[in-house]
């Protein structure tokens, strides 16, 4: 699935499975003989290993290495916190379902968060988006006139492998795929006040960052009027098998009546069963073990912080 997401970013070209977490001199070669890569890149946070050793020191010292500035705000280890934050007393086990998750995601004792971060309530996220940062993640062109625009909605939220997915195929019933991003009160409506566990801009810039999508609407309506498929000149409207939200259709008020009506809504076999509440599960259901080490990186990383200088560069 990781490689899956890999694959998916606009900006990637190849993808080297099994990879060593140390650059080791062999590997380091193999990178530059065979791969005929220039440089070794990081972020201008530390990557130390187990001995306290820089990971990236014979890159360095060969002059083979390039330092980027790291995206204020982005981090796994603050995401899987805002994960563990909605954890009760005791793990949820992987046999317990779906709408038992979802009630203890969406009840907590209270809303205090303490100094570590595993408080109860939503943490809130550091990410600081800009004009130029969203302008950086656009392709930078809409649909020609004779387009054949294809539309789908969502969450979207820790975007995952069942998102690419459903994105690819999406993608390839038309040339132009307009994605519509729900506003985090939208989410929390349907699934709990716990959710999103990203938030608007987090969500728009990964749905944004996959190859297959062309466009999104940050902040897009749960019904979906004809008005707005005139707007954006919707050709076809899609929607996966495998989705948090499938009663939809029995509400009085079904978000996608307009598209039915018109007879441009298309119903899409999911190729993998992954969702937002399942990858919540996995994180929930070993809680203890992922505390603990989100307690040593949120330390390395508040140190980072504590001691961080400009970089320049975006």
């Known amino acids: 699935y990781r490689m899956k997401m890999v694959r998916a970013v606009k900006w990637v070209d190849d993808v080297i499975p099994d990879a060593p977490y140390a650059i080791t001199e062999d590997f380091m070669n193999k990178l530059f003989n065979e791969y005929n890569i220039d440089y070794i890149i990081h972020g201008d946070d530390p990557c130390l290993l187990p001995?306290?050793?820089?990971?990236?020191?014979?890159?360095k010292k060969a002059g083979r290495y390039k330092q980027i500035k790291r995206t204020e705000g982005v981090s796994t280890t603050d995401i899987v916190g805002r994960m563990l934050l909605c954890v009760r007393e005791r793990p949820v086990s992987d046999n317990q379902s779906h709408s038992s998750l979802q009630r203890q995601f969406s009840h907590g004792h209270g809303q205090n968060i303490d100094d570590s971060g595993f408080g109860n309530g939503t943490k809130i996220s550091h990410f600081l988006p800009t004009s130029r940062r969203i302008v950086q993640f656009s392709n930078g062109r809409g649909p020609g006139p004779d387009s054949r625009v294809v539309y789908i909605d969502g969450a979207f939220d820790l975007f995952h492998a069942g998102h690419v997915e459903i994105l690819r195929l999406a993608r390839g019933l038309g040339d132009f795929l307009l994605v519509g991003i729900h506003t985090d009160q939208t989410i929390s409506s349907t699934r709990g006040p716990h959710r999103p566990?990203?938030?608007?801009?987090?969500?728009?810039?990964s749905v944004l960052a996959c190859r297959y999508v062309d466009e999104v609407i940050i902040g897009a309506p749960w019904h979906i009027s004809k008005d707005m498929i005139t707007t954006f000149n919707i050709s076809l409207v899609v929607h996966g098998t495998i989705a948090e939200n499938m009663d939809y259709t029995e509400d009085d008020s079904n978000p996608y009546a307009a598209p039915i009506a018109m007879g441009i809504y298309h119903k899409l076999d999911s190729p993998l069963d992954i969702t937002t509440s399942t990858i919540i599960r996995r994180i929930v259901s070993n809680h203890e073990a992922y505390q603990k080490r989100n307690e040593k990186k949120e330390a390395s990383e508040k140190k980072y912080y504590d001691s961080k200088s400009f970089v320049n560069g975006e």
Do not use: F, K, P, V
């Open 197 to 205: 566990i990203m938030n608007l801009h987090e969500r728009s810039l």
């Open 51 to 59: 001995d306290g050793t820089d990971a990236y020191a014979l890159a």
